[in-house]
């Protein structure tokens, strides 16, 4: 098969979560399995293609749009940063498949990637689970409220999900929250794991921390409230105050979705400092995928303390290496650790039963070597990314079937009746539209914006600045006195018309350069 994998996320440039990781093994997954790939991904600072042992890697830049979508970023930030993102991701797959058709595409829910693949239907589609933003909506995770913005981010990946010939899901406790969402059978969602690369990830190999003569607890993710980090941290003192021969590594980057938008690392240290744990905690920040296996080696005991998620890769990693997990019943999770036998599972959000998982471990060097020994035979069995991969071809088999029989219906209709190559100028036209009439209506209807908006002309373009102002002075001043329109002086009506058609030139060249 010819495989492109659509993801904003792909190691290193853009490796930011687990959406990176999961694209990375699959690739890497299907590549072992003589598949080609090709990834589309975001750049980190321009566009570039590159080859990654034998997967060539396409990153764009966000599409650039004519209006930049000023009114947009005003109104729907988020939401603007999602077409910008699909978009750019759209029309490079829509390049690549015009001149080597793919046999599937393969794509994200999240932050709705796939929508225009989904909406043109040019190929079978498989789009993977891994939190929508209906999710985020619903629990109101990181701080993320009904608004319309978010809103009509959930609704584009709610289009994506109903149009894709496949969904698939890492974990059973999603399939059931997007299948009760989007009103499908759950049996719509096939369950396929996230895999590991169980050769890299092993308990044999270099430690990226020194041996120590104390035990160490190792946590691996963002320093958010969702990934659980304020109740280890609250766990600590009481961990401390059974077992003090005790050192905790966090690893992840700060953010700040603390009360208030404030850094969750600052209050986390200052929690710390009041307990008097200040030593007992290393805090490092986010480690490359490359990187991470030594540093689950350097640990005794891996936590993952989510309040929520789908099937966080930490675990898997850390299973991988050997290391016993003490994750929590929330979320996905719960699948991938076998309670008493590769780690221990813990009720969410329990301070008292994370503080007391981590003494049990610490306290009873046979139950951490059980517990070691089982992890990395799971990890192996279960999530191997060869395995995942077989797994992943068999949905996409699935999804050309279905998308046949789709085409072959008299009755089956796509929500896109021209060429697929069109639909990137479509729909930057429809993008660019929108933002015009959005800006359009705060132009008349706010004086602070037309100060705004002239300010901005001012600084980027001095000239065309002054003759605007010539023009729309002159003709305040000639209306003043009773002089029509009609019987505008010459030079006035020449040089207003000279100011349209240089901005129409200017206009036109940007949109022909783009969707040539």
């Known amino acids: ?261 404030t850094s969750v690392l600052a209050s986390l240290k200052k929690s710390l400092n009041a307990s008097n744990c200040t030593k007992h905690v290393t805090f490092i920040d986010r480690i490359s995928l490359d990187e991470l296996p030594n540093y689950y080696r350097s640990a005794d005991i891996s936590v993952v303390p989510s309040v929520y998620d789908n099937s966080p890769y930490t675990c898997l990693e850390a299973m991988a290496c050997g290391k016993p997990v003490i994750g929590t019943d929330a979320g996905g999770t719960k699948e991938y650790i076998e309670h008493g036998v590769s780690g221990l599972i813990i009720p969410a959000c329990d301070t008292n039963a994370l503080a007391q998982a981590c003494i049990e471990l610490l306290s009873n060097s046979a139950e951490r070597k059980r517990l070691s020994n089982g992890a990395r035979e799971r990890a192996v069995r279960h999530f191997d990314r060869t395995e995942i991969a077989r797994q992943t071809v068999a949905c996409y088999d699935l999804a050309a079937k279905l998308f046949n029989e789709r085409k072959a219906s008299a009755a089956a209709r796509s929500l896109y009746h021209h060429d697929f190559k069109r639909a990137t100028a479509d729909a930057a036209t429809l993008i660019d539209s929108f933002d015009k009439a959005i800006y359009d209506l705060l132009f008349q209807r706010s004086y602070r914006f037309r100060i705004a908006h002239w300010w901005r002309i001012l600084k980027a373009r001095p000239k065309l600045f002054s003759a605007k102002l010539v023009t729309k002075i002159s003709k305040g001043a000639l209306r003043l006195i009773g002089t029509k329109e009609d019987r505008m002086p010459t030079f006035l009506k020449n040089l207003d018309t000279e100011i349209d058609t240089k901005d129409k030139e200017r206009l036109g060249g940007k949109l022909a350069g783009k969707h040539e």
Not at 21 to 47: I, M, P, S, Y
Not at 60 to 82: D, G, N, Q, T
Not at 103 to 128: C, S
Not at 156 to 171: F, G, W, Y
Request: charged residues 20%.
């Open 1 to 261: 098969m010819r495989i492109c994998l659509i993801s904003r996320e792909y190691p290193p440039d853009t490796g930011f979560g687990g959406i990176a990781t999961f694209t990375k093994h699959l690739a890497h997954g299907l590549r072992n399995l003589g598949h080609e790939v090709v990834v589309v991904a975001l750049a980190k600072d321009r566009a570039t293609v590159a080859e990654d042992h034998g997967i060539m890697v396409h990153r764009v830049e966000p599409y650039p749009f004519v209006s930049k979508l000023a009114a947009l970023s005003m109104c729907i930030p988020y939401s603007k940063y999602v077409l910008f993102c699909c978009t750019a991701l759209w029309d490079k797959f829509a390049q690549l498949h015009a001149i080597e058709p793919f046999d599937v595409v393969d794509t994200p829910e999240l932050l709705a990637e796939g929508i225009i693949p989904a909406v043109t239907q040019v190929v079978p589609q498989v789009i993977r689970l891994y939190t929508p933003h209906s999710k985020f909506i619903a629990e109101k995770l990181h701080n993320v409220v009904p608004s319309f913005d978010h809103q009509f981010v959930a609704m584009l990946e709610r289009i994506a999900m109903l149009q894709a010939d496949v969904l698939t899901s890492p974990s059973n406790d999603l399939a059931q929250f997007v299948a009760g969402d989007l009103g499908l059978p759950v049996e719509r969602i096939q369950i396929v794991r996230n895999p590991i690369d169980t050769s890299i990830f092993t308990p044999e190999g270099e430690q990226a921390l020194s041996k120590s003569d104390k035990l160490r607890i190792v946590f691996v993710g963002r320093l958010e409230g969702r990934k659980g980090i304020t109740y280890l941290v609250e766990a600590i003192p009481l961990v401390v105050a059974e077992y003090p021969n005790v050192e905790f590594v966090i690893i992840g980057d700060d953010t700040t979705t603390g009360e208030g938008m």
